[in-house]
């Protein structure tokens, strides 16, 4: 069966600083990987969508990016991170025009 | 572009009252309609789809019937309990099945 990992599971971190949370899929191949965020008391935003390795689709503008070095591997980072960054970051995958996207346990940012 | 349209929260109800989370979408086409529950501190699950018009999905006790002649997808439990108490994320998806448009979320309180 497929799995979907993300870590780590929550971080504090000071404005400036770097950031980098990891995500892998198990149990599937080429899957559509995103990066959605949710900040506090709000809806979910998708980052970026990727279709494959080395294909990223980036949804709305910002300090952050996205990488997918592996098949099923995706990575969000900032170079500096902002207080508006925190929120709570959820990676999913699907596949082809299964149009199931499953979730990730998700990851808690917190910028000081 | 497609949107969704949720209800604002939060809903408050006793145990074994009836749940109505009230959903409308825009859209082009005839896209697959989704339910997702996020418990606290945990990530998002998919609760129900529906890919057709008239379709019900259900799992759990909830429902929720696919009206394309009202564009709505209203999520409903006939008697809920204090561990539906969740975030419920109403979505579609576009044709291509591969990117989901979300709600903003209703939160559902439920007192014993």
Redesign the interface.
């Known amino acids: 069966s497929q799995t979907i990992h993300q870590w780590p599971a929550t971080l504090v971190q000071p404005v400036g600083s770097p950031l980098s949370l990891e995500c892998t899929v198990e149990g599937t191949s080429n899957p559509n990987l995103y990066w959605y965020r949710q900040a506090a008391g709000r809806g979910l935003q998708l980052l970026f969508y990727s279709v494959g390795i080395g294909q990223i689709s980036s949804e709305v503008p910002q300090n952050l990016s996205a990488s997918r070095p592996q098949d099923r591997q995706f990575i969000l980072s900032s170079k500096k991170l902002l207080l508006s960054d925190s929120g709570f970051y959820l990676c999913a995958w699907s596949v082809g025009g299964g149009n199931t996207i499953y979730f990730g346990e998700g990851s808690w940012l917190t910028v000081v | 572009g497609n949107s969704v349209t949720q209800m604002e929260g939060p809903v408050t109800l006793s145990e074994e009252a009836f749940l109505t989370i009230n959903c409308t979408y825009t859209a082009t086409g005839y896209p697959?309609l989704?339910w997702?529950v996020q418990y606290p501190g945990?990530?998002?699950?998919?609760l129900l789809?529906a890919?057709k018009a008239d379709d019900k999905g259900s799992n759990k006790g909830f429902e929720a019937t696919y009206r394309k002649e009202t564009t709505s997808f209203h999520l409903e439990k006939g008697s809920v309990q204090v561990s539906d108490s969740a975030v419920y994320?109403c979505a579609l998806?576009n044709n291509?099945?591969?990117?989901?448009t979300?709600?903003?979320?209703t939160r559902l309180m439920v007192k014993p």
């Open positions: 697959s989704f997702y945990e990530g998002l699950q998919l789809k890919t994320f998806a291509a099945g591969n990117m989901l979300f709600g903003g979320g």
